[in-house]
C-alpha cells in the first residue's frame, strides 16, 4: 500500500461503485461515532418517570433559567475535565492553562498556541448535538428566558440560541493584552499558518479546550503571531482557571435568576463556584431547580428534579 501516492488513492476510489462507496462512507461515519464516543461517559438510560417529572417542571415555567457545563457537549466529542473514565483528569496528567502562567510566561504561551493551533480544525468541525438544537429550540418556543453556559466551545450559538451568555468566553475571540483590542481566532490562525510552514509535531492527544497534546521539545521552533495593532501578546477570550468571570457579566446573570421561576442545569458537575453560585442563589430565593447530569453535582442536595443521564437521551425525550 505504501507504494501508492495520494492520487492513485484518490483515482482508486472514483472508479469504486456506487455500493463500494457506500460501504466506504458508512466505515467513515463509523469512524466518527467511535470518536463521539470515545469521550461519552457511561451512563443508563433516562427512566420514563424521570422524563415525566422533568416535563412536568419545565411545564410549569414561564421564565425558567438554563445553566449548562461541559457534559452538555461531550456527545458531541469534546472531552470534559471531571467524568468519570472518560474525562481529562482521568485519561491524563496534562492540567489545564492557568491564568497567571498564560499571563506572566512567553513559554506558557508559546506551549498554549501551539498546541491551539494544531487542535483548532477538530473545534471549528465541532457541531451541535440534539441536546444542543432542543435548548435553543425551546429557547425560540419561549420555554427558555435565558441560557448560561459555563462552555467555551461556541455550540449553543452554532444551535441558534440568542438568549444566551458565555460565562468563559468563547474561543472564536483572541484579545490583545495590552491594548484590548479583538481578533477572529480563524484570523490569527492564518498568521500562525504563515509563521510556521515548516512547523510541525505529532499529536498525542486531544484536550478540552480545543486544543490537542505534544511534547514541549516540539514547541520551540514554534513562532507566536503578536498583535496586528500593537504588537501585543495575544490570549483566546475566555477565563482561564484561576481568572475571575468579569464583574459584570455575573452581576447579569443573578439579576436574571432574580427574576427567573426555575433553574435547569444541564451537563455540569458544579464544581467551579463560576456557575455553582447561581444555583446557591436560586435555592436561597426559593426557586425550584431541576438537574441533567451524568454522575452527582454540588446542588443535588437542592434539586426539585435530578436526571442521573445524558443530556443528548433526555432531551431527544422531551417534547
Known sequence: ISRFSIMDVVKTVSILSRNHAKVFLRFYSNKQSEHLLKYRPSSLPPSDEDLERLRNFISKRRK??????????????????RSKDVGLYARTNHKPMQHQDFVKSADKRKIYWARSYLGWAKYDAWKPNAAHVKLAAME?????????????????VKAGAEQLTELHGQMRRVVCMRCNGLLDRNVMQKDMDALNKHWSAEVLGYGPDADVFIREEDVIDFNVPACRKCGGDLKPNVTFFGDNVPRSKVTFVRSIVDKCDGVLVVGSSLHVWSGYRFITQAHELGVPIAIVNVGETRADKFAAVKIDALCTDVFRAIE
Open 140 to 156: 425560540k418556543d419561549g420555554r427558555v428566558e435565558w441560557h448560561t453556559t459555563q462552555n467555551v466551545d461556541g455550540l449553543m
Open 64 to 81: 425558567l433559567f438554563v445553566l449548562s457545563g461541559a457534559g452538555l457537549s461531550t456527545e458531541s466529542g469534546i472531552p470534559d475535565y
